[in-house]
């Protein structure tokens, strides 16, 4: 066998056709979750992934920068999560690594709380707030994922590295999308125990 030299990743066709139809700002916080949680339900309907959605947003205008679904089971990646999505398009669509650079001013919209892996890239990314519906362990509780093990002061930790954490808004609406995709019996693709 030889090994694999590369690979790639793309939005869901349903997301690319949308993309025109997205609002150019999300002035409010509620207008921002309210777009991660409807790209989250409509993605898992889809069956490209996990009811995960992210956005990244210039944190004062609310201009979008990018969007990002689940796509593990789209893309048979278990590294493309919606955060990581939508961070490496915000990436490449400003071509730079670091979201900070040149003063940008970006925060990461997500339908929960991230998970282990996604905690790290958001850490790495340059963003300097993360907005999320709520952070309980609803999420697991509900669909069944394994988020993995997060630091006790999570919060604390972005807060020190100079990333400001919102969270609340939007939150029973995150949870009732959690709690459709528990009971659909959709793909829970926990790794291999």
């Not at 690979?7 to 777009?35: G, H, I, K, M, Y």
């Not at 990018?66 to 490449?92: D, F, I, P, R, T």
Request: negative net charge; contains cysteine.
């Amino acid at each position: 066998m030889t090994p694999a030299t590369e690979f790639s990743a793309s939005l869901p066709p349903w997301l690319r056709d949308e993309l025109d139809a997205l609002p150019d700002r999300l002035a409010s916080a509620e207008d921002r979750v309210a777009l991660v949680n409807r790209l989250a339900d409509r993605n898992w309907h889809a069956g490209n992934g996990g009811p995960f959605a992210a956005a990244v947003v210039e944190r004062d205008t609310g201009a979008l920068v990018s969007v990002g679904v689940n796509v593990v089971l789209q893309e048979g990646l278990s590294g493309l999560h919606a955060e990581v999505m939508a961070l490496s398009l915000a990436q490449v669509g400003l071509g730079d690594w670091d979201l900070a650079a040149g003063g940008r001013d970006l925060e990461l919209v997500v339908n929960w709380r991230p998970c282990a892996m996604c905690y790290g890239a958001t850490i790495w990314s340059g963003v300097r707030s993360l907005r999320i519906a709520g952070a309980g362990p609803e999420c697991e509780d509900l669909t069944g994922f394994d988020e993995g093990p997060m630091p006790a002061d999570w919060r604390g930790e972005l807060v020190r590295r100079g990333i400001e954490v919102h969270e609340g808004v939007g939150r029973d609406e995150a949870i009732a999308v959690f709690a459709e995709y528990g009971a659909s019996g959709a793909t829970v693709y926990n790794a291999s125990r």
